[in-house]
Structures are given as C-alpha cells and as structure tokens.
RNA sequence: GGAGAGAUGGCCGAGUAGGUCGAAGGCGCUCGCCUGCUAAGCGAGUAUACUGGGAAACCGGUAUCGAGGGUUCGAAUCCCUCUCUCUCCGCCA
C-alpha cells in the first residue's frame, strides 16, 4: 500500500510511474474520494468538538432541568455526526479499496519494460553441460527411474499434483533440509514453521488480497487460506508490531508447501513438475532500516544463488522490468535454471524488495531512537529455492546417457551418501 | 463441542450506582540536578493515527481502554455480537 498523503502530494508522478508496469492507471476515483473524506472529517470533527465542549459544560450544572436546552440541541448534534459518520465510513473503505489495490512503485532503477521480453539478463554462473547425447526432459527421465509418478498424482487429486517416490522423494527432502542448513547455519537465517493457512488479514498483508483472491485456495466454512508462498506466515509474523532498530535486519528462512491454483495458466507448463498446485518451497524473509534495503536485496539473492552453486547447476540472473515485477514489489530479480531436456533457463527464485508497501499494510514499524517517530521497516523475500524446480534441474542438468542421474555432491550427505539415482 | 474466567498505555496494574479518565500507581526509558563511579536520591518528560494551521519549531481538533454495533447530551465504565487468551470437561494426531 502506498502512503495516502504521496498519492495526493505527487499524484502525476505517481500515475506516471504505475504506467510503467503497463497497467491503466486512473487515481481520479482515489483523488475524489480522498478530498471528501477530509471534507467529511473536518464536518464531524468540529461537530464533536462542540458536543465534547457542551457535554462538558452539563456535566457541571447540578440541576440537569437547567441544561435541558442544551441536551435538546446536543441531541440535534448526536444525529448529524451520526450521519456524517455513516458517510464518512463510506468513502473510507471505498478510499481504502482504492489504495489497497493500487500496485507498489517501480524502483528508479528497475528497467522500465512491457514484459519478460525486457527483463535484463545481470549474470550468467557456471558452464552450460556439453552433452554426448540428447537429453531429456525430467517428467521422462522421472518416470524412467520411478521416481516421479503423474499419474497417480493425478488420481489422488487432479492435475497439476505429482506423487514422488524412493528416491525422488528423498530427494525432495534432502534438498529441503541441505538449503536450510545452509541459510541458518551460513547465512544466519533464523529457521521457522509456521501454519500453512493463514487468515484474510494475513493476506492482506503482504498484498496477495484483495485483488488475487482467484489465485489462492480458500477453506470452506472458514475463513481462511492456503498459503501461496511462506513470504506470508512469516512477513506477518510482525504484523502490527514495534520492531527494536538493533535488531535489524531480521533474517527468517522457512521451508512450506506452497498451493497455487494456477487461474489463467491453463495449458502452460502442463507437463512435469513445473507448474504445480502444490509444490515446497524455502523462502527468505527479511525485515530492514529503509536506507538498507537495496543492500540487504543484493545480499538475499546471493543467499539464494549459493544453493545453485553448491549443487554446481548453471543459471542466470536476470532483472525483472517494470511490466514484470510482481504487485507489490519496487525491484525484482529472478534466478533462471538451466534445463538441457527443455533448452532454455527456467525460473527457480525470485528476490524482491516491497520497501514498506507490505509493511504499511500490515503496520511493522521500527523506531530509529528513542526521540524519533515511528517508520515503517522495509520487507524483502525471495525463493531459497522453489525445491521442486531444483529436482527438475538436477535431474535434466546431471543425466547420464544411461538414463541414471548423478547426486549433487554437496546433497549427498542429505541422500545418505547416495551418488546417483538408477 | 460443553462450562467458566479474562482482554486497559513499552511492561505490570488501578479504575464498573456513566461526566473532573488518554486514563491513578509502579516499573522501564529519556533529559537535568546531585553524587562521582558501573548504586541510591531529587526534578521534569515519556502513546499512536488521522486532521486543520505553519516554511519549520510547534500549536489546535478528533479518535483510540481486544474488535464491531447500540443506549445516552456524555461510556474504559451499561446492553448486544464477534475475536482471542487462560482453566476445567469431552474428543483427537
């Protein structure tokens, strides 16, 4: 959420920069509504004040028939607050649908673009694997080793769900627990578990509601919603709270199944373990001082990358353009894979700065020092990594001809010495 | 699921026959004095949001005692609904 009193303030630069994410942009109806609420809020207030002021004055009469004129007119005033209350009501959710629906500014130095065809390749790591034979895409060689099952996935629940299996399964685990190890115990990350449903405040929070509701899984009878990514148990964790300045930054990593109901990417990605409904995913969470932010974005995304480099697989960096960034995000970067059995690099992480949209809606402040006012911290997270893209990776980028897929070295302490699968 | 208790400021904790309560007191914290050493004492200060005015310092208004509604000229205090926490019972991995 941005901050009302910008958006009045800077409103053409405001409208200008949205445009740059390719959406319409149109703050007239935010415009509107907001010079009637101080309209409104002006009428009640000084109302009030009367009514406090009068209320007072019978307070000290002893003998309440001398202040019966007085009781008349207050009770003429009660009522017209009460109508512009009702109003004043009105405008403010309709202000607050405005602004919690409004997308977060591009940073100045996201590259302004209409889609993933501008995003800005930054950094390519490791070699490209030089083949003897043609590979093959990790849904085939999966099913070759009996370690991926579609089929039944799909009668246990539908499509877009994948049963692992021996080895396969072992494998989704041992790299669940081989990038916590590393962000806690290198990257000084705090570990957390937190709930896999959360509530709509929640969601709210970090910007997935209300404008994606039909992205996310809802309960039936309660009110409450599968996560789509960690980033929002534990965003939240701090909602509405007073965060100590010497504590920052805050650090949390937390591994979670993530549920997406995938709307509008129906026949993308329809094959293999790419585009799931469910799939685990570690995230990095962390919470800074405003003038930090950027640095400690550099600083997560090298957290993320060192997973790839330790299981030694080729990726690139690139830099999300101002028509790709996600709503709520200033400047993202993506961490692409590449798969040999497809030909091209896939994304396996994606690291952003919100700077303090999530954290003005869901109200995490800190205080600089003792005599300064309260400001809102700025959040960032980013995949460390999405765990079932890895084992994509892994399987297309160390197959043998053979069909057998070679264990990452460092992951082989994880797969109880295993070195390769088949 | 059943029964009961509770939710007040950074923390603890007063305050229920409605008005002088943004809210006693204590702790903590900040500044000053004193003292002079990692102490005690004394004095002052110490919430947030929105909003009006002002270049600013700052001054004024409104709101906030879990949340939302109601009664009333006026509610932390009365009524209703909801949420959460705790205790006991039941059920359960």
Not at 12 to 22: D, F, P, S, Y
Request: with cysteine; proline share 4%.
């Amino acid at each position: 959420m941005l901050d009302a009193k910008y958006i009045r303030e800077n409103l053409e630069a405001v409208e200008q920069r949205l445009k740059t994410r390719g959406e319409t942009v149109d703050l007239s109806g935010f415009r509107l509504c907001d010079t009637r609420r101080r309209e409104l809020l002006l009428e009640s207030e000084s109302l009030k004040a009367l009514r406090n002021k009068v209320s007072d004055e019978i307070s000290r009469i002893k003998d309440k028939s001398q202040a019966q004129d007085r009781i008349t007119e207050m009770r003429d005033v009660s009522r017209r607050i009460k109508a512009l209350d009702d109003d004043l009501k009105g405008i403010e959710e309709e202000l607050q649908g405005y602004l919690l629906t409004i997308p977060n500014i591009p940073h100045a130095t996201t590259p302004v673009g209409a889609s993933e065809a501008d995003n800005v390749e930054v950094r390519k790591w490791g070699t490209i694997p030089e083949l003897s034979f043609i590979p093959k895409p990790h849904w085939e060689i999966g099913e070759g080793l009996d370690i991926l099952d579609f089929e039944r996935g799909a009668r246990l629940t539908g499509a877009r769900f994948t049963l692992y299996r021996g080895a396969g399964a072992r494998l989704e685990r041992a790299l669940i627990n081989f990038m916590l190890d590393l962000h806690t115990e290198r990257h000084n990350y705090v570990e957390m578990l937190p709930p896999f449903m959360v509530n709509r405040e929640s969601m709210t929070g970090t910007g997935q509601l209300p404008k994606f509701e039909e992205d996310l899984f809802r309960l039936d009878g309660v009110d409450y919603f599968l996560i789509p990514t960690a980033e929002v148990p534990v965003t939240n964790i701090h909602r509405g709270e007073i965060l100590k300045a010497s504590d920052l930054p805050i650090r949390y990593t937390a591994y979670t199944p993530c549920f997406r109901k995938e709307a509008g990417s129906y026949g993308k990605d329809t094959r293999g373990l790419i585009r799931q409904h469910q799939f685990n995913k570690v995230e990095l969470v962390k919470f800074t001082r405003p003038d930090r932010s950027y640095q400690e974005l550099e600083l997560l995304l090298a957290d993320a990358e060192k997973v790839l480099q330790l299981l030694e697989i080729p990726y690139r960096v690139v830099e999300l353009c101002t028509g790709d960034i996600g709503f709520s995000a200033t400047k993202t970067y993506d961490i692409e894979v590449w798969l040999p059995g497809q030909g091209t690099y896939r994304e396996i992480s994606s690291c952003s700065n919100f700077e303090d949209f999530q954290a003005r809606r869901a109200s995490i402040r800190f205080r600089e020092n003792e005599k300064s006012k309260l400001e809102f911290v700025h959040t960032l997270n980013g995949s460390g990594l999405a765990v079932g893209r890895t084992v994509v990776a892994i399987l297309e980028n160390n197959q043998q001809a053979d069909g057998t897929v070679i264990i990452p070295e460092a992951l082989r302490p994880y797969m109880g010495g295993m070195e390769k699968i088949g």
